[in-house]
Structure formats: structure tokens, C-alpha cells
């Protein structure tokens, strides 16, 4: 990829050791919020509603060009964005809307677009009108994200929690069986006309950071030793499809014979990130130099897919590939014409289970609504007994362990167990 597409490095002071604040809404926020809509629609007060960035197709490579004296809003068909329209309301408030997943008539969650020619000190309003989804973490405390280069190169502090007012309520926007779902917020900029900042529902993660994150895998004299990478298939557009295996190769063919598989996959749905900083850590620990991790390639061998629809990543879709298909639901029939991805995955597990057997697959995912960490296991109908316990055992495993360490508690919620943690996911 073209460096000057891709999106913003992540750069969070301490690391994961910084909790990230929840902000909290004033109360009645979003009465006041969907009544101001209705004065704004029947209102006499002449608005601006002037159109300053529009993406009529993915064609676009820059955005429509205003007079120096309203900001420009858009994405310069850099990977993840996906803004739309921007249309300047008032002078200081701007309406958003989002690109729709490619080829599909929704899936409107994921966001990721710039903000340039601001000035410092004033308060800029941004509502953001075409969300799909009746209920979000922005009800609870979540923030939106931003990236200032000018506060980067000064300070060292990239992607923040920002915004005064933030509400998430039911617009007057109508569309076919109910109502769009809006997200406004308010921010100030610490600097002025020069700085270019990003805004976006989670931190980021695009496919060139993937590449870039394996590249240094493979420059790595220590972890190199321990993981081989191949792409199993080209995407619809032509992307790698990269496969990790991680163990140790330096083991003696009866060694080898005796591992079983545990299979990882990530970023199925591309606007759930959260998913591939999970990933990334996994990769870390199994290429690590810890004695546990040193057990685990000598006694598995790891498969592991960090990115199952780069296409959709690249696009800025929140769920879909290129072809509008949401590939978690390809599973049961994959064609590889419309989800290469998945039927390359499947065909590569049936091999695993017939050659050495797999122990283990996984699949991470993040959710828009649901706190703490929690996994959900496959019901098997058909079982009995013993069987139906088995896709329990290992949320049940990691509960006790996590229980023994700093008192975590487990949910029992039907098929699925649920660990909670303590610690919000957003």
C-alpha cells in the first residue's frame, strides 16, 4: 500500500496500563437532542446546509475543495475511511454521513474520517445521522476517537477519548420499517488552521498495519524461528490472505506427529478492531520467550488467520466484504467466488482435523453493547451427554484460572459462558 494511505499509528501514553475514562452524560441529553432536531427541521432560521464533501463512489481520491474559511471534512480515500457526506449546517456544526458497507444497503457502525482547517478554541459540533444500530456503548460513557498530528508530533499523545455532549438517541430521520439512529458530539482543537485530525469509532487497524506488524515478525532473529507465513488464496481484490503457523519446527518428525492444532482466527467483521490488538497480543505471547509459551509450540501447532477480510478492512465496511457478504454467515456453504477467504479456511481446518486433529478453534470478535470479556460456544444440537459440556470446557477453564488470580466471576447464559473480567470492552 501507498504509506500515504494509510491510517494513523496508534499511540497511547502507558500503554495498556491506562484505563480509558467513561464520560457521563448529562441527563435528559437526548431529549433535548431529538427535540432540537424537530425545531431544526420546522424551524425559519436559515441554515446553512451547504455540502462540502460528497464521495460519489470509491473512485474518489480527494475531497471536494470549500472556500479557507469552512473545514474540510472528509477521507482521502485513505484505508478504513468511509465518510460519505459532510454537509455544513451552522457555522460551527456539521452532519455526517456514512458510506454504507459495499454492496450491501446498511451495516452503518464503523467510522474513520479526517477534519483539516480548523480553528483552535471554538467548539465544532458534528453529527454523525445514518447509524442503523437502536442502542450503543455511547449510551454508557464510550467517547469517540481522535487523532491530532500536530498533538502527536508535540506531545507523543495519538488516538484519545475526546468530545463534550455526546449523545446517541433515534433522529427524525425516516427509513424504510423505522428510524435512522444519530451520534452528535462536540469537541475544541488545540491547534489551529495546519493540523489534520482523525476521528473514528475504535483505534484503528488497517491491513498495511498487519503487513507491516508481520514484516517485523519476520525480521525478528528470536520469534522467526518459531512461525512460518504463507497466503492461502488471493482476496476479491487481490489481497493476500495470509496463514501464520507457530511451533517448533526443530521437533522430531514422531514430535510433530503428536501435536494437535489449535486454530486462531481474527477480523472477520472489519470494523471490530479491538479484535486484531487481541490478536496481536496472542502473537506476541506464542513467538514470546516465556517458558509457558515455550510448552505450548512444543506440544501444538498454531494455526492462526490474524485478518479474514482485508478487503473489507481496506474498504472502511464495518461488517461485509467487497461482494456485500457478511462472511460469518459463509461458514456453513463458503463459495470461494464471493468468500475466498472462508472457503480457504474451512478446506485448511478439514485437512487439520483429518491429518492431526484440532483441539481448539477460536475466533475473536468485539461487540458494540456488551461489556467485559465473555465467549460464546457452538451449540451442538445433536449432542448428548458428556458431549453437550464440550464447548464449555475451555471458557470454563479460563474462568477458573482467571477466579484463582483476581476473582473473576462467571455467567452461565445457555450455551455460552461468560467471563467477566472487570474491565470494559468497547
Not at 431529538?34 to 481520491?61: C, G, H, M, W
Amino acid at each position: 500500500m501507498n504509506l500515504a494511505l494509510m491510517s494513523h499509528p496508534v499511540l497511547i501514553p502507558n500503554g495498556a496500563k491506562k484505563h480509558e475514562p467513561m464520560y457521563k452524560p448529562r441527563e435528559g441529553l437526548d431529549v433535548d437532542m431529538a427535540n432540537r432536531d424537530l425545531e431544526r427541521a420546522f424551524s425559519t432560521k436559515s441554515s446553512l446546509n451547504r455540502p462540502i464533501y460528497e464521495q460519489p463512489d470509491l473512485k474518489v481520491t480527494a475531497p471536494i475543495s470549500p472556500g479557507d474559511t469552512e473545514v474540510t471534512v472528509g477521507n482521502v480515500m485513505f484505508e478504513c475511511g468511509n465518510l460519505k457526506k459532510a454537509v455544513q449546517v451552522y457555522q460551527w456544526e456539521y452532519d455526517l454521513t456514512l458510506r454504507i458497507d459495499t454492496n450491501t444497503k446498511g451495516h452503518t457502525q464503523w467510522y474513520y474520517f479526517t477534519v483539516t482547517n480548523v480553528r483552535k478554541d471554538v467548539r465544532y459540533k458534528f453529527n454523525v445521522v445514518n447509524f442503523l444500530k437502536p442502542a450503543f456503548m455511547y449510551s454508557n460513557g464510550m467517547q469517540p476517537l481522535m487523532y491530532s498530528e500536530f498533538l502527536a508530533r508535540d506531545k507523543g499523545i495519538g488516538w484519545h477519548r475526546v468530545g463534550k455532549d455526546i449523545c446517541y438517541y433515534s433522529s427524525p430521520l425516516k427509513r424504510k420499517g423505522s428510524n435512522f439512529y444519530t451520534l452528535t458530539f462536540q469537541v475544541e482543537f488545540s491547534y489551529g488552521k495546519g493540523d489534520a485530525c482523525c476521528f473514528a469509532y475504535y483505534f484503528p487497524y488497517s491491513y498495511s498495519d498487519l503487513q507491516m506488524y508481520l514484516e517485523a515478525l519476520d525480521k525478528d532473529s528470536y520469534r522467526k524461528q518459531f512461525i512460518r507465513r504463507r497466503s492461502m488464496c488471493q482476496t476479491l481484490a487481490g489481497n493476500n490472505f495470509d496463514l501464520l503457523t507457530i511451533t517448533k519446527f526443530a521437533g522430531t518428525a514422531e514430535e510433530m506427529r503428536r501435536r494437535k492444532a489449535i486454530v486462531f482466527t481474527s477480523l472477520v467483521h472489519p470494523g471490530e478492531t479491538p479484535a486484531s490488538f487481541i490478536m496481536k497480543g496472542i502473537l506476541d505471547f506464542l513467538t514470546g520467550s516465556s517458558i509457558e509459551a515455550h510448552l505450548l509450540r512444543e506440544n501444538f501447532v498454531f494455526k492462526v488467520i490474524p485478518m479474514l477480510n482485508p478487503d473489507g478492512v481496506i474498504l472502511g465496511n464495518h461488517r461485509t466484504n467487497t461482494a456485500g457478504y457478511d462472511l460469518n454467515r459463509q461458514w456453513a456453504n463458503p463459495f470461494r467466488r464471493i468468500s475466498p477467504t472462508i472457503s480457504a479456511t474451512k478446506q485448511m481446518i478439514k485437512k487439520l482435523q483429518e491429518e492431526m486433529g484440532v483441539d481448539l478453534f477460536v475466533e475473536i470478535h468485539d461487540h458494540s453493547r456488551k461489556k467485559n470479556i465473555f465467549l460464546f460456544g457452538c451449540e451442538n444440537k445433536d449432542a448428548s451427554g458428556l458431549m453437550t459440556l464440550q464447548e464449555k470446557l475451555y471458557p470454563r477453564m479460563l474462568s477458573k484460572a482467571r477466579n484463582n488470580s483476581s476473582g473473576g466471576v462467571v455467567e452461565k447464559r445457555g450455551p455460552q459462558d461468560i467471563i467477566d473480567n472487570g474491565n470494559e470492552m468497547k
